[in-house]
């Protein structure tokens, strides 16, 4: 989504108000969880739905 709307992760991080390294993680799928707040505040910033950058995953 980032690519799409060409824009960069500094200026997402700055957008919605967290680190470029806290971005990174959730980028990477290295945390557990996501605060709805900030799952808003980048679906905001991307104009999108959740759906659109987020995938299940189930653990195997």
């Known amino acids: 989504m980032l690519a799409r709307r060409k824009m960069r992760s500094r ?4 957008r919605i108000g967290i680190t470029e390294q806290n971005l990174s993680l959730l980028k ?3 945390v557990k969880g996501i605060r709805f707040e900030t799952l808003a505040s980048i679906c905001a910033a991307l104009d999108c739905q959740p759906g659109d950058i987020l995938e299940a995953v189930t653990d195997a």
């Open 11 to 14: 200026d997402l991080a700055e």
């Open 28 to 30: 990477s799928g290295k």
